[in-house]
T-cell receptor, first 111, second 113 residues
Framework: SQKIEQNSEALNIQEGKTATLTCNYT??????LQWYRQDPGRGPVFLLL?????KEKRKERLKVTFDTTLKQSLFHITASQPADSATYLC??????????FGAGTRLTVKP | NAGVMQNPRHLVRRRGQEARLRCSPM?????VYWYRQLPEEGLKFMVY????????ESGMPKERFSAEFPKEGPSILRIQQVVRGDSAAYFC???????????FGSGTQLSVL
């Protein structure tokens, strides 16, 4: 069956450390993968997109990797801050911009 | 340029009533997605529409649920004869033809009494 798994429901880290979130998928061959941030009571907000032919993408303190052999994406937030506390969702393009989301990882950064 | 507008923000219905959720995409966007979210859960895909066309409705329940995105006006997600299990946050997202980034609305919280 097709699955998108973010294998940490919740992640707690100390301010200043690097947060690493994982997104694994099975039986999909996405052309690209995206990461979104969602705050309570709000809609998700786009952060980064990485394509199947890209290994790594960076944006300020954010870094995303994409391994199509392992069928995995890693999302890193370096020098984390309490303001980074939110739920982070990965999303796969299953075909022609038809997007499916994982269940999300709730990140808490403690001061 | 206004973002994706969803209304109402909160909708309360009694069992058996109809719920109509509206989504106005961003200006220039021709593609709309509807997702459902329960507390502490991810976004569950429902339907993907282009103007006047349903691209993928594989996430829609076969009964009571329908969606449209007419040539003019907002996209509508319609739930007939609501049941308590329909209570959830319903999010709409839009994107332009050929673009990949989704822009989300703030959602409609449906509560069925």
């Amino acid at each position: 069956s097709q699955k998108i798994e973010q294998n940490s429901e919740a992640l707690n880290i100390q301010e200043g450390k690097t947060a690493t979130l994982t997104c694994n998928y099975t039986n999909y061959s996405p052309a690209y993968l995206q990461w979104y941030r969602q705050d309570p009571g709000r809609g998700p907000v786009f952060l980064l997109l990485i394509r199947e032919n890209e290994k790594e993408k960076r944006k300020e303190r954010l870094k995303v990797t994409f391994d199509t052999t392992l069928k995995q994406s890693l999302f890193h937030i370096t020098a984390s801050q309490p303001a980074d506390s939110a739920t982070y969702l990965c999303a796969l393009d299953i075909r022609n911009n038809d997007m499916r989301f994982g269940a999300g990882t709730r990140l808490t950064v403690k001061p | 340029n206004a973002g994706v507008m969803q209304n109402p923000r909160h909708l309360v219905r009694r069992r058996g009533q109809e719920a109509r959720l509206r989504c106005s995409p961003m200006k220039g966007h021709s593609h709309v997605y509807w997702y459902r979210q329960l507390p502490e859960e991810g976004l569950k895909f429902m339907v993907y529409l282009q103007k006047e066309n349903i691209i993928d409705e594989s996430g829609m329940p076969k009964e009571r649920f329908s969606a449209e995105f007419p040539k003019e006006g907002p996209s509508i997600l319609r739930i007939q004869q609501v049941v308590r299990g329909d209570s959830a946050a319903y999010f709409c997202a839009s994107t332009a033809q050929g673009q990949e980034k989704l822009f989300f609305g703030s959602g409609t919280q449906l509560s069925v009494l």
